[in-house]
């Protein structure tokens, strides 16, 4: 055991608290459509997302080891760096680097699967903000069964021409483009069926309809596709390989939809509301029902924490097993910040309730918004009980379900 | 940086595991606990000292190992997998913590060279300081101590006592001496046996700098929370392991039971749930081993969130089992009682969470 990052990593440290001092209170003139958090939205230094994006890739801040000539900083990849960007982040409250499904996803399949010609294209203004995207991949019949997906797309004159529907797109007003995946094999396999394809959004026959999530935003959309054409070479991988390139992409979601520092982060915030609660003039932490309870969930986090060290120590060391420890993070990461937020809810009883603008609101409504935002992220990326299938049958080797003969 | 167990640790637990799959089958174990077998109880224990177990907390001037605590926890993980009848916690990783930080030189170096021979081996009573109960009352004065505890850890083989009163102060008692009474308590778990021990004007040697601080109990209870948390999680990955090989081999509706869902999800939710107490045990025992500041709230909450993570794997993979689960011809009820003591030894989960947030200034 040696969590020890040395003395590169030192100076690295040093060196990024240096650069977020610089940049403290840092804030956005809106660049894009997609709505900024609200801390982000005052402070002294103003400038574009984008502009904000090109720092971060030039410090090598963010995309660090994607190539110059496709947009990144074109360095050694190094995964406890990223690790260290992210803390000093966290701590200094500095805007981190965009995410989203674009970045997170579509850019490392572009760089692992994408033609030459789609990663000069796409990858520079995706890392840039200037492309936002959304993932298309459910449908109304085609959850967790993903691979049952009906929407078509046809091959006519060296065009795809796209019919069907795809449901639960997060960010799908806002974006530029779509990757989506849809059956063009239609005489293959269910899974052997299906191509990835990237879609521009404004391309005629597509139609966006929001969908109001359970916080009262618009977290998704449905999207209709009716003779939607793109050319041909819109696609990632050969006809009917779309479902092993969208697995290369899942794999990247799951690990961002649990993020331990976050959970860190929202645990001290925790604790910070419960020493200025009270509950019959006593702070509700000191009240051993409470303190009892805090103190199970911060155990529990310890452990998420800890796990995730041990994940990332396998990352810098090749040799090292730790199949399961990554497995579980999706699952137990999102159980557990679910909880968390709703153990906030009930320190705070009748004023956990509150929402939107009411009077006497406590943190703006984080944490009703949390408790339900992340009650949403424990359905999406592959629910839970579909984790516990994986984790059983890839994991521990029990045996596959019998498959459930199709309908005649 | 590397978070895990070194090639060595791995190494060393490997082979106590080695050791009790071929010397401790749970015939034996059964025999022990049912007190017809004195000679195995002390072939196992002179195996272990073989292997050096009693050696790993001594420091090498003394004759020991000189090894760390998380080596320690690497080994406390094989004794409970493989749930040994053999004192551990209290004989050797408390008392010789409790040496280290306690005596003056010359206690220290009179009882770890002792340790290290074998001669001098001891259990450990200091439920007095971190949560008595009616039944006990201890107290040290001119070198005498009178009253009675409960819970005395690793009897078996002792030569000596180790206690602590209320304020952590800690004293030795020979069993040679006279005014010592023994009983046995009898818990559920029949793989070790605790003892209420009464002192009337027994001869104690006080542990010299403890009576200035409580910094020697408090690091003993610390490692001994941490160790005790290895034993609940090997003894937890041990039942786990049985249910899913029961669940590939068991049939029912013509169909191995493991195929079924319901009991996939258990499995995957007590995997889920184990994977984290590895990395918060090792993660606990690095903490001590480096005199980290948040090592005593890691401490305990290693133990409370292993000791509830177990008790909920020792009911579930009992439940895989079906009626077989709760047979004593299969034994599993050894692992499941080992958990549930393990779970209230050195403080209960809600009693040693109090601590984590006094210890965080909650
Ligand atoms: C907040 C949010 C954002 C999302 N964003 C996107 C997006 O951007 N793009 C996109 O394509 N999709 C997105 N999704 C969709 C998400 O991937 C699906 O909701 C998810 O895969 C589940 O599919 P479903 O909703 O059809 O539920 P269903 O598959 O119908 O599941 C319903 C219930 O049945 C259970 N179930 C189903 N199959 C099994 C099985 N084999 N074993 C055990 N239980 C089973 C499920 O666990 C669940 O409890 C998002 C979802 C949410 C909630």
Redesign the pocket.
């Known amino acids: 055991m040696d969590l020890n990052f040395g003395k590169e990593y030192k100076d690295f440290t040093k060196e990024v608290k240096d650069f977020c001092k610089k940049y403290k209170g840092v804030h956005f003139t809106e660049s894009s459509k997609v709505p900024l958090s609200d801390s982000f939205k005052t402070g002294e230094i103003k400038m574009t997302r984008s502009d904000w994006q090109k720092i971060l890739i030039e410090k090598g801040y963010f995309a660090r080891s994607i190539p110059q000539e496709y947009g990144g900083h074109g360095g050694e990849s190094d995964i406890i760096k990223s690790r260290i960007i992210a803390e000093e982040f966290a701590k200094s409250k500095i805007p981190p680097p965009m995410g989203g ?1 674009g970045i997170d996803m579509l850019v490392p399949t572009l760089l692992e699967l994408g033609s030459e010609e789609q990663k000069q294209k796409y990858i520079k203004p995706t890392l840039h903000g200037e492309i936002i995207w ?13 691979a049952s997906l009906q929407t078509k797309g046809e091959l006519i004159d060296g065009n795809w021409v796209i019919n069907g529907q ?7 007003q806002y974006s530029q483009m779509m990757f989506c ?1 849809v059956r063009t094999e239609p005489d293959a396999s269910k899974h052997a069926g299906i191509s990835y394809l990237l879609i521009p959004m404004d391309a005629p026959g597509i139609e966006i309809r929001p969908l109001v ?1 359970m916080t009262l935003n618009a ?2 959309n449905e999207v209709f596709f009716t003779d939607v054409t793109i050319p041909e070479k819109n696609i990632v991988g050969k006809r009917g390989e779309g479902w092993a390139v969208a697995n290369a992409t899942l794999s990247h979601e799951r690990g961002s939809l649990s993020d331990p520092n976050a959970m860190m982060n929202r645990l001290n915030s925790l604790i910070e509301r419960m020493k200025q609660e009270t509950i019959n003039g006593e702070k509700v932490i000191n009240n051993k029902v409470y303190r009892n309870k805090l103190m199970k969930i911060q155990g529990k986090v310890i452990a998420f924490q800890s796990n995730s060290l041990r994940v990332l120590s396998a990352k810098v060391n090749k040799n090292q097993d730790v199949k399961i420890a990554g497995m579980i993070q999706k699952l137990v990461g999102t159980e557990l910040r679910h909880e968390l937020e709703g153990f906030a809810i009930d320190i705070m009883g009748e004023l956990g309730t509150l929402y939107e603008n009411s009077p006497n609101i406590r943190d703006g409504g984080s944490w009703q918004i949390a408790y339900m ?1 992340f ?12 984790q ?2 994986i984790i059983s049958e890839r994991g521990l080797g029990m045996p596959k ?1 019998p498959k459930v003969q199709q309908g005649a | 940086m590397y978070f895990g167990l070194s090639e060595d640790q791995i190494f060393f637990q490997d082979n106590v595991k080695k050791f009790l799959e071929d010397n401790a089958s749970i015939d034996v174990i059964r025999k022990i606990a049912n007190e017809s077998d004195k000679t195995s109880k002390e072939d196992l224990h002179n195996g272990i000292v073989i292997l050096g177990i009693n050696n790993i907390l001594i420091p090498e001037e003394n004759g020991g190992l000189g090894l760390d605590l998380l080596f320690a926890t690497a080994v406390g993980q094989s004794l409970g997998e493989g749930i040994a009848t053999l004192p551990f916690t209290g004989s050797y990783v408390m008392a010789p913590i409790a040496i280290k930080y306690g005596a003056n030189d010359e206690q220290r170096n009179f009882y770890l060279n002792e340790m290290s021979k074998n001669n001098v081996n001891f259990g450990v009573g200091f439920s007095e300081f971190f949560g008595s109960r009616n039944e006990s009352e201890l107290s040290f004065s001119n070198n005498k101590v009178n009253g009675k505890t409960l819970f005395v850890l690793d009897c078996d083989f002792a030569t000596h006592i180790m206690l602590s009163d209320k304020k952590g102060q800690i004293g030795i008692v020979s069993l040679e001496s006279s005014g010592i009474e023994i009983i046995d308590l009898i818990t559920v778990d029949k793989t070790r046996i605790f003892k209420e021990i009464i002192f009337k004007n027994t001869e104690v040697d006080i542990l010299e700098n403890t009576s200035r601080s409580d910094e020697a109990i408090s690091n003993a209870i610390d490692a001994g929370r941490i160790v005790t948390a290895a034993d609940s999680l090997g003894a937890s990955k041990a039942m786990l392991d049985k249910a899913i090989e029961y669940s590939k081999e068991r049939k029912q509706f013509n169909r191995a039971i493991g195929s079924f ?1 319901a009991v996939k ?1 258990m499995c995957a939710e007590m995997a889920a749930e184990l994977e984290p107490c590895y990395s918060i045990l090792w993660h606990a025992a690095h903490s001590f081993d480096n005199k980290e500041k948040n090592k005593k709230i890691m401490a305990c909450h290693a133990k409370s969130h292993i000791s509830d993570i177990s008790k909920m794997v020792s009911k579930k993979s009992t439940e895989v089992h079906g009626g077989m689960g709760f047979t004593d011809l299969l034994g599993l009820h050894y692992w499941f009682k080992r958990i549930g003591v393990n779970r209230q030894i050195l403080g209960s989960p809600e009693m040693v969470r109090e601590e984590a947030a006094q210890s965080q200034g909650l």
């Open positions: 499904q959304c993932q298309g991949y459910s449908e109304p019949n085609a959850g967790s069964d993903l795809k449901i639960w797109t997060s960010t799908a995946l999530d977290g998704f935002y009650l949403g992220l424990i359905i999406g990326g592959g629910t839970s009980q579909i516990k299938n379900e | 869902q999800h």
